[in-house]
């Protein structure tokens, strides 16, 4: 992947057996996704270890909204620093997308949403979830 400029999207599903369990999955579906589980944290470390771009996405079907920041955590939890999250969730995307022109970096004539939290999530990735201030397009559509 790297050799090849490949983009691994890190999608993991956090809140997966939690939900499995809730909706009566039988013991054997909740330990073959708890393996796969298992398997997709050496994927990821491995990726990291050997310098693959990691780009962040989201199952959002999946886990309700509001819940990715332990997605964010996961990463962390695996070995990726905080700040290298925050970019695989920026600019990383942005440059993914091919929109890197427009967004994904706060710079001169680029769209700038901002996101204010309490805490430093470049230390603990986790400060992420307790948002206190959105402002979208220069318009503030969020304040706590």
């Not at 990691?54 to 959002?60: E, P, R």
Request: glycine share 8%.
């Amino acid at each position: 992947m790297r050799q090849k400029g490949t983009y691994l999207v890190y999608t993991p599903t956090p809140c997966l057996e939690e939900r499995m369990k809730h909706n009566g999955a039988p013991a054997n579906v909740v330990a073959k996704a708890n393996a796969a589980a298992h398997q997709e944290e050496t994927m990821f470390q491995h990726a990291l270890k050997t310098g693959v771009t990691i780009a962040f996405g989201t199952d959002s079907a999946v886990c309700p909204h509001g819940t990715q920041w332990q997605s964010m955590a996961n990463m962390q939890k695996n070995g990726m620093k905080p700040l290298a999250i925050l970019k695989a969730a920026t600019s990383v995307d942005a440059k993914l997308l091919g929109i890197a022109d427009k967004l994904g970096t706060l710079e001169a004539g680029k769209l700038a949403d901002i996101t204010a939290v309490a805490g430093d999530p470049t230390v603990d990735i986790a400060k992420i979830k307790d948002v206190k201030l959105v402002v979208k397009a220069g318009v503030v559509a969020v304040r706590k």
